[in-house]
């Protein structure tokens, strides 16, 4: 990484420092020698490329096979119980190809086919019910883009500064496009007179692989904006995110969002099941734990500059890019400081924040070629500022695991490298 | 009566208004899907709750949970629940939630016995979900607690005691208390300018260096490992079977279900199963190093493809005592191919 600049180019970037920064934008040095990539015909100028149909679904071309999920091997036993990393600092935009969105088994992914699905709604209904996977494409269909972000996403960094890279810090988040039912009106086709009073009581949603894994949600939020969905991104899920039918439960965590979703039951209070008690339950320094933490808050991380996507060129222009979330609501500004958190800029939203949706924001800059300390720093519809580490270890401690939505800093060297790093 | 935190409250009248002019609800029932028979709901409806609701008559012993414990669950959670590797450890960890770094067990932390007989039964063992009798589970169960030192070495458990064993930490969790606690803190007008004096790097991820190797490194790796591989194949070729590539193929596939605990290939290294490179026409329990049960070290003979087939349909019908914690493959298909890329994979 170090070789970024050669030697040559390295003196001329230095050398031309000072003029460069008087330049206006766009006023590109005169090259040395003409460009044979433009003053030769080239392969691709003269013959065929490809016909149709070479690659009936299509992966992306060979040039970006970095661009994938990765692992952290010392970070679980086994792959089948186990979680990948969005590649976050080689895309754009909002929307997280299903391809390389992040995954998390807890028994490994099935394979399911929708012939073999059935989803059964029990407990305290009217009547209890049985739906195959064509039943569910009979019911009114909503779409909706929302943020799945595991609850321990940067949980590895409330020690410190540990693994080096946006994909490893932040990356155990996508956000998709979802088609399917709300769970609204699958609860009102089974009937919830039975229940009675809803205000105390819970549906119960459980997978059908192995693990089995389920959790307890209360009514009131299975009422207002759970799916159970289909399709993700216009296409069927993929078979690691819970094909054919998967929870969205937007703004929690990761571990609600059920996959191969089998079972709602309908309950007068919580099971209290392992993955809401021995798990995603978060310790206090005192030794006191806080369970039911399903709401994610919000977070932001710059995605470019980062450590696996560090400046290439000299001083001048740079778009810094990132990614902010809330799962209370719309991000509604993203500020970014240069300098370690001593002085801060507003940067500017690509589109205005959408509720429990990933928002990309940038900040179109120069860069004077000194070391930088960079951070984001979201805030949210309610008007909540993401923490600093040292806010929330003051609160929490270090032993959360979970919940650690506070705000990164990358160290930028002067070659454009960039390390994960923490600051006083 | 329900507390919420009150944030979840907001969100959810703000989501209403906004989502009023897309949300698709049918407000009356459009007579899909059908009724779920009793047979079915009593298939799928396991759940355990604190109170014990949903739990099966039956009893299991200590004495007998250390048997089963062994059989079942050593090979991952070790024979005194004390977890191989990274594997979970499901015992000890007493008075250390407020320690650096908490030690959390069923002993130590989890707050209901109804979760660890609720998660045994639906979802252990590992790789083999669902096969234990219900007096199975009261019995791992009843082991995980004296392994704990919560019960006396006679103890039975059973549906009739189960609400008397008293968990250590019930008393540990409070209900999300953020919108108390932190909210109103973190919901003001953020600082923009000379926010502190100076800023000091106070750790770096490079001091620790556990970050994966990046990928064209990686890459570069693992093409030098298969061109060395394939000189290998080279030399060794007149001495190799040949192989059905398709079946190697499928078998590759189905070996996905053993390599939770069997490594194959140049790097394989022992996990809580032996590597298994070379198995077929090998010696049985015949790799240096490796603590096999009993009854596959007496056990005489090699393991041709019958006595492998044999042992992969029923593991424990093959030999009974096995530490391998596997249910078995149903379709002999899914053996053949198996064996197939087993084949693949020589010394």
């Known amino acids: 990484m170090s070789d970024i600049f050669k030697p040559s180019r390295r003196a001329f970037l230095r050398g031309s420092a000072a003029a460069a920064a008087g330049i206006t934008a766009g006023a590109a040095a005169r090259a040395g020698t003409p460009d044979p990539l433009i003053t030769e015909v080239q392969d691709w100028a003269m013959s065929f490329g490809e016909g149709v149909d070479a690659t009936p679904y299509g992966l992306p071309i060979e040039f970006e096979d970095d661009v994938v999920r990765r692992n952290v091997e010392w970070l679980t036993a086994d792959t089948t119980s186990s979680i990948n990393f969005t590649p976050i600092h080689a895309l754009d935009g909002t929307i997280t190809p299903q391809g390389c969105a992040f995954e998390r088994h807890h028994s490994g992914a099935i394979e399911l086919r929708k012939q073999d699905y059935r989803l059964m709604i029990n407990g305290l209904v009217d009547t209890p019910l049985v739906f195959s996977y064509d039943d569910l494409e009979r019911f009114p269909r909503e779409n909706h883009v929302y943020f799945c972000e595991c609850a321990a996403n940067t949980g590895m960094e409330w020690a410190g500064a540990q693994l080096n890279g946006a994909q490893f810090t932040h990356g155990m988040i996508h956000n998709m496009e979802y088609t399917g039912v709300s769970l609204r009106t699958l609860l009102t086709e089974a009937g919830l007179d039975a229940a009675g009073d809803l205000s105390d009581k819970w549906v119960y949603v459980e997978g059908a692989d192995a693990s089995s894994n389920g959790r307890s949600i209360p009514m009131e939020k299975a009422l207002d904006d759970v799916l159970v969905a289909f399709k993700a991104n216009g296409e069927a899920l993929r078979k690691e995110h819970g094909y054919p039918v998967r929870l969205v439960v937007p703004g929690w965590e990761g571990n609600l969002w059920v996959k191969w979703l089998r079972r709602i039951e309908v309950m007068d209070g919580p099971v209290e099941s392992r993955e809401e008690t021995s798990k995603y339950t978060d310790t206090l320094e005192d030794g006191t734990s806080r369970k039911w933490t399903w709401v994610m808050d919000a977070k932001s991380v710059v995605t470019s500059p980062s450590p696996q996507s560090p400046i290439k060129h000299g001083p001048g222009p740079l778009v810094i890019s990132g990614l902010a979330w809330s799962g209370h609501g719309a991000i509604t500004r993203v500020d970014v400081s240069k300098d370690g958190g001593m002085t801060w800029e507003t940067a500017r939203l690509a589109k205005p924040g959408e509720k429990m949706a990933l928002t990309r924001f940038y900040l179109d800059t120069e860069w004077d070629g000194e070391e930088m300390l960079l951070q984001a720093r979201a805030m949210d519809e309610t008007g909540y500022v993401q923490p600093t580490k040292e806010q929330l270890r003051e609160m929490r401690g270090e032993n959360s695991i979970y919940h650690n939505n506070c705000i990164q800093t990358w160290h930028v060297k002067t070659n454009g490298e960039a390390e994960n790093v923490e600051v006083s | ?347």
């Open chain 2, 1 to 347: 009566m329900l507390k919420f935190p009150k944030g979840v409250a907001t969100a959810v009248l703000l989501a209403t208004t906004a989502l009023a002019s897309t949300q698709a609800v049918a407000s009356e029932k459009l007579g899909l899907g059908r009724e779920a028979l009793p047979e079915e709901i009593a298939a799928w409806d396991v759940d355990v709750r604190p109170n014990g609701e949903g739990l099966p008559v039956g009893s299991g012993s200590v004495e007998d949970g250390e048997m089963i414990f062994s059989d079942n669950c050593a090979v991952c959670h070790g024979e005194f629940a004390e977890g191989v590797d990274n594997w979970p450890e499901l015992a000890g960890g007493e008075g250390t939630l407020a320690d650096k770094d908490p030690v959390k067990t069923v002993g130590s932390y989890w707050p209901y016995l109804s979760t660890a007989w609720d998660y045994i039964h639906r979802s252990m063992p590992y790789g083999s979900a669902q096969t234990l009798s219900d007096d199975d589970v009261y019995a791992i169960v009843a082991y995980i607690l004296y392994s704990n030192f919560l019960v006396d070495d006679d103890f039975v458990l059973s549906n009739e005691n189960f609400l008397e064993v008293e968990m250590p930490n019930a008393d540990g969790f409070i209900i999300d208390d953020r919108a108390e606690t932190e909210y109103p803190i973190w919901r003001a007008e953020p600082c923009m300018e000379n926010c502190k004096d100076s800023v000091e790097i106070t750790m770096r991820a490079s001091v620790l260096n556990v970050t994966p190797e990046d990928e064209e490194a990686s890459m570069q790796h693992s093409s030098d490992q298969a061109e060395v591989v394939q000189a290998a194949a080279v030399v060794e070729e007149p001495a190799e079977p040949e192989l059905d590539a398709e079946l190697v193929a499928a078998g590759e596939k189905v070996f996905g279900k053993c390599k939770a605990c069997h490594m194959v290939g140049e790097d394989a290294k022992a996990r809580s199963g032996p590597v298994l490179n070379g198995i077929v026409g090998r010696d049985i329990a015949s790799v240096d190093g490796f603590r096999y049960s009993k009854v596959l070290s007496e056990m005489d003979g090699v393991w041709t493809d019958e006595a492998l087939a044999a042992f992969l349909e029923n593991p424990r019908g093959f030999a009974k005592g096995t530490k391998m914690s596997f249910a078995g493959l149903r379709k002999p298909e899914d053996v053949a191919a198996v064996t197939e890329f087993l084949k693949s994979h020589v010394d």
